[in-house]
């Protein structure tokens, strides 16, 4: 098949997804991309994935300072800019005799808006729920000014919210298919815009089995926002008896600094040894999965939750807040242990499985066999390549 696949991603997750489906292909298809310059390429170049990578030049407008009403029409001119970019994406690759496209993520909208264009049959992959449906739940932290500056532009907010909900809208109808990463985003896809979605999950590599000496942490790892839990996890731990408490190190590629002072103190006030790794090469990432004595996991109904796969393919168990796509991926009690939302209880979970030495190897060897059989690349990729092939069979069939 001829792909063309269209992103504007950041870092983190969806970015990672992404490279692992390309790099599974490329060998029996060819793939071209449609990216922006925006997107992230720190880690991950597109280049690795695809036969050819078109760029398009898009910058936001550099907000004003103390520039108030303003920027909020900066935001609005700055979307239009998108959506017209988009469009000519759209057009290319109409122009470009593709069997299928697949729509990945824009930082700025989630879904890029090419749907009012393209023509050429599409499959949208949706990393996470509506957009305003999951910052309205767990917004970012704020200092005092910054939150009396947000009530000052929330009309704006509201009026600029309405249009990304129009665009997501438009993305999940006017897609030939809908694909999410797991149960729990095709649910809420489903509540919001009555649109069935199959789910495909992405994969995760699984390292060699070479031994690591384990030390004496537990790990986590996301963006440092309210929305991941760290703030749970700094509570629980400091739930845990002195003796027998483990650091807590979490790797991050970013973090609000709001947020991040608030877990500083908490740990500080607790007795809970926190440090944060900004930015880890993903070989320094496996070396801190492999060296973690457990990977604990607080997010708030996060959609999928690669870390947790990650770690389990490193033969690290999971103690998990039973919340989102965590309940899809760590089997309780042969994987690792899903907890309610608790810190006490997840404390004394956590705390009995670390004494517990035969249980804790056992947990991890049962990880890496579960991640193996049903989350390797190979595996997962396969699935997301049939719905590809089967919407780009369907127009042929209607020629």
């Known amino acids: 098949m001829r792909i063309a696949v269209v992103h504007n991603q950041p870092s983190g997750g969806a970015r990672r997804a992404l490279h692992g489906f ?30 050819a990578v078109y760029r398009s030049p898009f910058r936001p407008r550099r907000p004003i300072r103390l520039g108030l009403y303003l920027n909020d029409a900066a935001r609005v001119r700055d979307l239009r800019d998108l959506v017209r ?14 069997d299928v496209v697949l729509v990945d993520v824009c930082q700025f909208t989630l879904v890029p808006p090419v749907f009012s264009t393209l023509a050429t049959p599409s499959v949208v ?13 767990w917004a970012s932290a704020r200092t005092p ?11 704006f907010e509201r009026a600029y919210d309405r249009r990304l909900s129009a665009l997501q809208a438009n993305a999940a109808r006017g897609a030939t298919r809908v694909v999410a990463n797991s149960v729990h ?54 739930e845990v008896p002195a003796p027998s408490r483990p650091a807590l190190r979490i790797a991050a590629h970013r973090a609000n600094p709001v947020e991040h002072e608030r877990i500083c103190v908490a740990a500080r006030a607790r007795g809970v040894d926190v440090e944060v790794v900004f930015d880890p090469s993903q070989p320094a990432l496996t070396a801190l999965y ?44 042969e994987t690792g242990i899903l907890t309610p939302r608790v810190p006490a209880v997840f404390a004394a979970q956590l705390d009995s499985l670390l004494r517990d030495r035969v249980r804790l190897a056992a947990y991890g060897e049962a990880a890496r066999r579960h991640v193996e059989r049903a989350w390797s690349w190979p595996v997962r990729a396969a699935a997301l390549e049939q719905v590809l092939t089967n919407v780009a069979q369907s127009r042929l069939a209607r020629r």
């Open 185 to 238: 985003t095709a649910g809420r896809v489903r509540a919001a815009y009555g649109v069935e979605a199959d789910v495909c999950p992405p994969g995760v590599e699984v390292p060699s089995c070479a031994a690591e000496a384990r030390e004496n942490y537990v790990l986590s790892v996301g963006e440092i926002e309210p929305r991941k839990g760290f703030g749970f996890l700094v509570d629980a731990l400091g």
């Open 85 to 98: 970019v988009y469009g000519d994406i759209a057009r290319r690759i109409d122009g470009g005799a593709y």
């Open 125 to 137: 992959y949706v990393h996470n729920g509506p957009a305003r449906l999951e910052a309205g739940t």
């Open 22 to 51: 390309g790099r599974q292909w490329r060998a029996r298809h060819s793939i071209d991309v449609y990216t922006l310059a925006t997107a992230d390429d720190t880690w991950l170049d597109d280049a690795e994935i695809a036969d």
């Open 290 to 333: 492999r060296r973690a004595r457990a990977f604990v996991h607080g997010a708030h109904h996060e959609a999928l939750g690669l870390a947790p796969l990650e770690a389990m393919a490193c033969a690290t168990p999971v103690v998990a807040v039973a919340e989102g796509g965590v309940t899809e991926t760590v089997v309780d009690g």
């Open 145 to 155: 000014w910054a939150r009396l500056r947000a009530g000052w532009h929330a009309p």
